[in-house]
């Protein structure tokens, strides 16, 4: 019998799938998986998920990577090695190793099937399956706590949004009391919510199970021939049609710093919505609170010196306004503006940058104006150097999105300079 004050995240694991490419990211995912892109002017992807399961009491948590899993992997070793297996803690790097039959994880759920053993090994009672390529603060231990009172044999983390644009995602239609009666992979017709039937109910990608669920059931589908091994089309939908299958509403475990703040959730999955998210940051008073200490974004922080800001001289003042600007960064002479300058960010005397994101060890040089832009980590931006003003010049030879942002890589500048 469950008591009101038994704390169930100190019995689950977290178990983050963080393997995707994020092939709509277009080459900010040449080099490193979608979970491991920097955001905010510090952190990584995947620190939201990681950071959500800590602060929500979750000790055991296990990453599955496949694509291009370097950059993440380091980046977990680094920054989130200070788990204690004597204090009965655990993080797990679970990269694709062709454990079954030559095979690499076939879908979300045989990358959990594949683990079974490690998942055995800690000893739990709940699994929370987490996507670890989204932008949010959760309370998890709210989620988990409704699936055990609920009785449920899964609960799905869901998001409220418009019906029109909820093709994009898994959908549920659901009853009065939470319980999800279809589920659907991006439909064209999407249900609405009983509430309003101009809304949707889109999956999150966050489950809950108990383990001796999930186990038996990813047994029985990693034997099913016909099966893609996957959560949303196989799993969830075979427990809405035969067992139990519970929504949780976001806006009930939402983690806010303000009341009037909107309930908080990106997928920054394409080179505009990764623009925006970062420079929404500069905002007054940001939606998302990366200020807040009673819900932090842990991550790796490299030992850098504080950010520097020199000259001081008609048309060449160093400065930064409205922008976010991270340790070991040199603002010399430059005038930036609505900008987002991750570590080591070096800018160099008369350039201006307006509505930028500058990944780490980004060098600007002299006289550059750079608009609406994304720089990818390492770029030495040429000096007078202007993107941003002419699209269809900046089109030969940088990415422009849809959106008008332009992504500039250190490939894209080597071409441009040997065609010069």
Known sequence: METSHTRLSSRTMAFVLAGGRGSRMKELTDRRAKPAVYFGGKVRIIDFALSNALNSGIRKMAIATQYKAHSLIRHCQRGWNF?????????????ASQRIDEMWYRGTADAVAQNIDIVDSYGVDYVLILAGDH???MDYELMIRQHVDSGADVTVGCLTVPRAEASAFGVMAVDASGRITEFLEKPKDPPATPEDPSL?????????????????????DSEDSNSTHDFGTDLIPDIVKNGKAMAHRF?????????????????????????KANIDLTDFSPDLDLWDKDWPIWTYSESVPPAKFIHNEENRRGSAVSSLVAGGCIISGTDVRNSVLFTMVHT???AA????VALPYVNVGRHARLKNVVIDRGVAIPQGLVVGEDPAEDGKWFRVSEGGITLITQDMLDRKAAAE
């Open 353 to 356: 940058l307006e509505n930028v």
């Open 83 to 95: 788990f204690r297996a004597e204090r009965n803690e655990y993080l797990d790097i679970l990269p």
């Open 251 to 275: 806006t009930e475990s939402c983690v806010k710093s303000r009341s009037d703040a909107p309930a908080y959730w990106r997928d920054a999955g394409t080179i505009d919505a990764f623009w």
């Open 348 to 350: 160099n005397s008369f």
């Open 135 to 137: 932008i949010y603060k």
């Open 200 to 220: 949707a109910l889109a999956s999150m990608g966050i489950y809950v199970f108990s383990w001796a669920f999930l186990r038996d059931l990813l047994l029985r």
